[in-house]
């Protein structure tokens, strides 16, 4: 079973503040897991990846993976109106020729 | 720069045609995918392919078949479109280890 959940929102938060966006899975093979952001009309753009559990850091994006809760974390630091987009989380199995499982994406508003 | 190039923004097709949708990567990714995103639904997988002629159904093939004759290419077929294949098209490839795949911008396919 290949499934991913995610809130779809929308999330609407003030600029400047931190934004949490999160997701469970339920397949515990999945080993690599992703962050997308996706304007409106375009294709989802990959912001980050980590692998297993763990934090990553990206400037103002840290992603967090806890495998043990099968939980996984966006955290926006000092929002701005431009990260207003739909946030994708995916997992995959990774080593091999396999499909990427998505969340339905979270609609985020950072409000000027 | 990473680049995955989907031939058109936007298709107005009918009821009944053959519709092609290309797609092609200048990373040298052996692995390349094409998913649907429709509103409440995500996206969810139609094909991928792991090397030249190779192709691997996903989870939502029905309606639709694909061709992959060179390594940067990688075509969706509609054999006989319907409106319920009005969606948005989303090609992405991705290296051997799989570990992060990359969307082109996609394809606002509307069938009448």
């Known amino acids: 079973q290949k499934e991913v959940e995610q809130d779809p929102g929308p999330l609407s938060v003030p600029e400047g503040a931190i934004v949490s966006l999160n997701c469970t899975y339920s397949?515990?093979?999945?080993?690599?897991f992703m962050w997308y952001r996706q304007y409106s009309r375009k294709g989802p753009e990959l912001l980050m990846y980590t692998y297993s559990s763990g934090n990553k850091e990206d400037g103002r994006f840290t992603a967090q993976v806890d495998k043990s809760s099968k939980y996984i974390s966006l955290f926006i630091r000092d929002s701005q109106p431009s990260d207003s987009a739909t946030y994708l989380c995916?997992?995959?199995f990774g080593g091999g020729a396999d499909g990427l499982t998505f969340g339905k994406g979270t609609h985020l508003i950072i409000q000027p | 720069d990473v680049k995955v190039t989907q031939s058109s923004r936007y298709l107005v097709k009918r009821t009944g045609e053959k519709v092609f949708l290309e797609c092609v990567q200048d990373?040298?990714?052996?692995?390349m995918f094409w998913y649907r995103q429709d509103p409440g639904l995500g996206l969810r997988l139609i094909y991928f392919?792991?090397?030249?002629?190779?192709?691997e159904k996903g989870d939502i093939p029905e309606g639709y078949s694909v061709s992959r004759e060179k390594k940067e290419r990688f075509s969706l077929i509609l054999e006989s479109a319907s409106t319920n294949q009005t969606s948005m098209y989303l090609c992405?490839?991705?290296?051997?280890?799989?570990?992060?795949?990359?969307f082109g911008q996609g394809t606002r396919l509307t069938v009448v």
């Open positions: 990373m040298d990714h052996e692995n």
């Open positions: 397949n515990s093979a999945f080993q690599y």
């Open positions: 995916a997992a995959i």
């Open positions: 992405a490839s991705s290296s051997q280890m799989n570990t992060e795949a990359f």
């Open positions: 392919s792991y090397d030249v002629k190779m192709k």
